[in-house]
């Protein structure tokens, strides 16, 4: 193995009142890899997410960054340290043009105008958003506002970037458009960690898939491991799912 | 002087400060129960709109100078006057809503702040054009009428305000627990979305809630004007009361607005009693303020 | 600065303070100075305003929290302390500063926001205004009077015009202010902080300091427009100083002018002012008395207008109808 990973949680626990939602829950995250969260509905998968990003705080459990505890630390000094976020529901500056949406995030790096808006200007040509450089960001499809959360989180130079559900609400040739966009991100050297309900993408993409399930890490591994595990398709189709899938797969053989 | 005498007299001024102190809980029981009343309508408004009716303030204003204009030119008592003016400011209430602030505000919520607050300015501001500045009351053969109550002496225009809030306050209940509209509005509150998919109007139960909170400002001022003053500002004094309680009861109950209106009144009444009346207010702002910054969810509302 | 003046956006900012310098050769009348330097008043409050609300997104209803804390602070630093009024100015825009910084310190840790704010600061300047009421040190009801001693030297001018110059420069100076914030890197974050806060904070931005911020300097900037106000008229009393008319006023320029911009308290400053001489002068003559309040109305007609038919103001009408007037934006 290697050395420390770049994000570590251990035992992250999260209740709301009575209702536990992410229950004892670890996940490292390798430097350089694209690494999934999966798991179904209600799993708490968000809130896991949002422990991370620093948007909540876990009522239990520690999150270490390079070695470093940030379980404390407010969401904007994790962008100041090298963890970027998106938004599951899109969050756009709606009355800012799709440069000043990311100039803001290009901001963190580069105090003056021209240096901001010239590297937004780049970032938006990496993310294929050069022809809405000056659109208002209100006016985005969905699939360029997904694109746009992206290009901001990037602005930041982050290296962790953390993804949250960047798939959901494209249509499938969106989502083969998007794939790529997420490689080339991984390949210019920044981790990802991606949380995601669209299985099939997370399996081309990922190179470690961990998943939950009602609030617990259930398996952990490579797509492949994961997806024939036996927990797994329990956990995604129900008790007893498992046993008839091999029943199944046992008469189609014989 | 002996010990005893003393104690004695001792005795005799604890006995006088705490009749003082009694009366004035009383009179701050009575006058809480109509500013319950004007707060009823505030958080209705909100608990159904989710939106802060600024324009609350001038309206009782205006509700007040109606009473005013139908005590001097029709010669009509408050208490009369009270089964006229009601359906009116229902009326009107329904087409404000309905007419000025939905349109203009297109749905925002920092634009209903701002329209709402233009109607008070324009309310105000009208009434000052047409009435001065000076201050009015009307003169009704009850107006200065006392009740004895124990050891006390109470004003009759004050407790029958009293009992009217209650009474209205009771009716209010009864039209959202029991009647079709009453169940729509609640409908409309909880899941707007989810009542116009069976088939409810909201805007028209949006219209029809800011209506009877309107309403309600008609019989908070009926109730007021035998013993209150008005002039053109007078909405002013009121308007925060009314956001205090609604803030101090919990945003959109309406229990919790008949309660902090009860606490407000006393809270006034015995600030009034011990820090001298300029000062009296002040504890007002200070509970709504400290609620604000502090506990906003009120005091009776579970925490956020 | 790459570029020239014009392209920079500041060469608008030099035509239109020039014009505003030079237009006090044109009018010698005192009343038309008295109004002009009562507009410019005005101005600077809802620049102040329009720096918290037009970029920050934070609606007070209160400005006249820190109008009064200028107006009481370089009164009472003269009167109570016999202070030189150009020494008690900066430290009357400090107490207006800092009470922006208080008072958005509790509001903002509490995560107050949209209408819960508005009532909060509404009621931050009751609480003063009825203090200011009833306190001795303020001079109660019967408020306080600055001695009449004209002397630059003293903040009291023989000629009309200087008041007018020096109004004038201040509100100059905070256009530019306010053009250099929209143009850099807090003008952004603050924008951001109004568009959507979360989405800010995810991206860096530390959204209770860029708020604090802005809260502190508009509290400065309306306290400024309060010092001008008491040295102007030498009287103030609770109302004048914290009572709701400044809060309004500062408020309804800038949305009347155009919300967030540049020019637009400026411009919605003199409109708003404008129009009410106009109606108060109409009705005068139509009824044969003064009307107290039909200007305010107007106002209440034109804030309601506004906000459905011209969310930008005045200036994004304009800005909608002439091609010559775009490019301007901030």
Not at chain 1, 212 to 227: T, W
Not at chain 2, 114 to 131: K, M, Q, Y
Not at chain 2, 177 to 203: F, H, M, P, Q, W
Not at chain 3, 55 to 69: D, E, K, L, R, V
């Amino acid at each position: 193995m290697s050395a420390t990973p770049l994000l570590r949680c251990t035992g992250i626990t999260k209740r709301f009142g009575g209702l536990v939602a992410v229950d004892d829950a670890s996940l490292d995250v390798e430097a350089g890899s694209i690494t999934g969260l999966i798991g179904p509905n209600g799993a708490g998968k968000t809130t896991f997410f949002t422990v991370i990003a620093g948007f909540a705080e876990p009522t239990a459990g520690a999150v270490t960054f390079r070695g470093r505890d940030i379980t404390a630390l407010p969401a904007h000094r994790r962008a100041e340290i090298g963890i970027a976020r998106t938004f599951q529901i899109v969050q756009p500056f709606a009355g800012l043009s799709v440069r000043e949406n990311i100039a803001v995030g290009a901001y963190l790096r580069h105090p003056g105008r021209e240096a901001a808006m010239a590297r937004a200007e780049d970032i938006a040509l990496r993310l294929g958003l050069g022809p809405m450089l000056d659109q208002s960001a209100g006016d985005l499809t969905v699939a360029g506002r997904k694109r746009l959360e992206m290009a901001r989180a990037l602005a930041t130079e982050p290296s962790l970037l953390l993804l949250d559900e960047v798939l959901a609400g494209l249509n499938p040739s969106e989502i083969r458009d998007m794939i790529p966009v997420v490689r080339a991100i991984r390949d210019s050297g920044v981790t990802i960690l991606i949380v995601e309900h669209v299985m099939q993408a997370v399996m081309q993409l990922c190179d470690t898939v961990a998943v939950l399930a009602q609030g617990r890490m259930i398996a952990k591994g490579r797509p492949s491991e994961v997806a024939s595990d036996p927990k797994v398709i329990e956990a995604y189709l129900g008790h007893g799912a498992a046993k008839r899938m091999q029943a199944q797969q046992g008469a189609s053989h014989a | 002087m002996g010990v005893r005498a003393r104690a004695i007299l001792s005795h005799g001024s604890m006995m006088l400060k705490f009749d003082i102190f009694l009366s004035a809980l009383a009179n701050g029981l009575l006058t809480g129960a109509v500013y319950a009343l004007i707060a009823l309508g505030l958080t209705l408004i909100y608990g159904v709109l989710h939106i802060i009716n600024f324009a609350h303030g001038a309206t009782l204003t205006l509700a007040m100078f109606a009473v005013f204009v139908a005590h001097q030119a029709f010669g009509l008592d408050p208490y009369i006057a009270v089964f006229i003016l009601t359906p009116l400011f229902f009326v009107l209430g329904y087409a404000l809503q309905r007419a000025v602030i939905t349109p203009a505000s297109h749905g925002d919520d920092g634009n209903i702040l701002l329209v709402t607050l233009g109607i008070s300015i324009i309310i105000e501001n009208a009434l000052l054009a047409i009435f001065r500045s000076d201050t009015r009351s009307i003169d009704v053969p009850y107006g200065f009428s006392v009740m004895e109550v124990g050891p006390l002496f109470l004003s009759t225009p004050k407790v029958i305000a009293f009992v009217a809030t209650l009474a209205v306050a009771g009716l209010l209940w009864l039209l959202l627990a029991r009647s079709d509209t009453g169940k729509a509005i609640r409908a409309v509150a909880k899941e707007k979305t989810g009542a116009a998919l069976c088939g409810i109007d909201v805007a028209h139960i949006y219209a029809v809630t800011f209506g009877i909170g309107t309403a309600c400002l008609a019989i908070a001022a009926c109730l007021l004007m035998p013993t209150f003053l008005v002039n053109p500002r007078v909405g002013n004094a009121f308007v925060l009361v009314a956001f205090t309680i609604v803030v101090l009861g919990g945003m959109g109950s309406i229990g919790g607005a008949l309660a902090g209106g009860l606490i407000i009144g006393v809270v006034e009444s015995l600030s009034g009693l011990y820090f001298g009346e300029s000062l009296g207010q002040i504890g007002i702002f200070l509970i709504f303020l400290v609620v604000l910054l502090f506990r906003p969810t009120g005091l009776f509302g579970a925490k956020a | 600065m790459k570029g020239g003046l014009f392209t920079s956006g500041y060469g608008p900012i030099l035509i239109v303070v020039v014009a505003l310098a030079v237009l006090p050769f044109g009018f010698s009348a005192n009343t038309t100075l008295n109004f002009l330097g009562f507009v410019l008043i005005v101005t600077l409050a809802a620049q102040g305003w329009n720096l918290l609300a037009g970029y920050g997104g934070q609606f007070s209803f209160g400005h006249a929290a820190f109008f009064g804390m200028g107006a009481y602070g370089i009164a009472l630093a003269q009167v109570r302390f016999g202070l030189n009024p150009w020494l008690a100015l900066p430290l009357a825009i400090a107490l207006g500063a800092l009470t922006g910084t208080i008072l958005g310190y509790l509001s903002f840790r509490a995560r107050l926001r949209g209408s819960y704010f508005a009532l909060v600061t509404l009621a931050f300047a009751e609480v003063f205004r009825i203090l200011a009421n009833a306190s001795t040190f303020t001079g109660g009801a019967a408020g306080v009077l600055i001695p009449l001693r004209i002397d630059a030297a003293n903040f009291q001018f023989a000629d009309k015009r200087s008041f007018y110059w020096l109004a004038l420069s201040f509100v100059a100076f905070v256009l530019l202010l306010t053009h250099w914030i929209a143009r850099s890197r807090f003008g952004a974050y603050l924008v951001a902080v109004r568009e959507n806060e979360d989405a800010a904070r995810a991206l860096g931005v530390d959204a209770l300091a860029v708020k604090l911020k802005a809260i502190t300097l508009s509290g400065g900037i309306t306290a400024a427009a309060g010092c001008l106000y008491a040295q102007k008229f030498l009287y103030i009393d609770a109302n004048l100083a914290f009572g709701p008319w400044i809060s309004v006023e500062a408020l309804l320029a800038p949305i009347i002018g155009g919300i967030g911009t540049v020019f637009g308290p400026l411009a919605g400053a003199v409109l708003l002012l404008g129009l009410g001489e106009i109606t108060k002068t109409f009705f005068t003559w139509l009824l044969g008395g003064a009307v107290p309040g039909i200007d305010l109305v107007v106002f209440g007609v034109l804030l309601i207008l506004c906000v459905a038919f011209a969310p930008r103001g005045v200036l994004g009408v304009l800005r909608r109808i002439l091609p010559a007037f775009r490019g301007g934006r901030a």
